[in-house]
């Protein structure tokens, strides 16, 4: 497990992301809690460690519905409270959730929650 972690190595910007986050590994899927998406990766509290590196299959909902499928890899693991901060890179994302990510980034006006679903009515 990979303890350290600099934020200010970031090259993409990030958004908050409260939002269920689907992780499959090793042929088992769980559902966590996420806290940021940026387009090159996303960030989920978890319940146990997983070592820098370890790939996964990756899945969630973003900006009005869209769901997101893709390969990721651990890029860090922290202890944080009782829990686990755990960062993926994106390996394999198609283009176009790439630019939806993008675009939630860049939306100015605030979401209900940030939950990737806008403010109606």
């Not at 990979?2 to 200010?8: I, R």
């Not at 996420?34 to 899945?59: A, H, L, T, Y």
């Not at 990721?72 to 409270?81: H, K, Q, T």
């Amino acid at each position: 497990m990979n303890t350290s972690y600099d934020s200010s190595k970031r090259r993409f910007p990030r958004r908050p992301l409260l939002a269920p986050v689907g992780i499959l590994l090793n042929g088992e899927y769980r559902v966590y809690p996420s806290f940021d998406v940026g387009e090159r990766g996303v960030g989920i509290m978890c319940d146990r460690p997983m070592d820098k590196n370890q790939q996964v299959v990756v899945c969630f909902f973003i900006n009005h519905g869209c769901f997101v499928v893709c390969r990721g890899e651990v890029r860090f693991c922290r202890a944080e409270g009782s829990g686990f901060r755990l960062g993926f890179e994106f390996t394999n994302i198609r283009f176009e959730d790439r630019r939806t990510i993008r675009e939630y980034i860049a939306f100015a006006t605030e979401t209900a929650s940030d939950t990737g679903r806008p403010v109606t009515g």
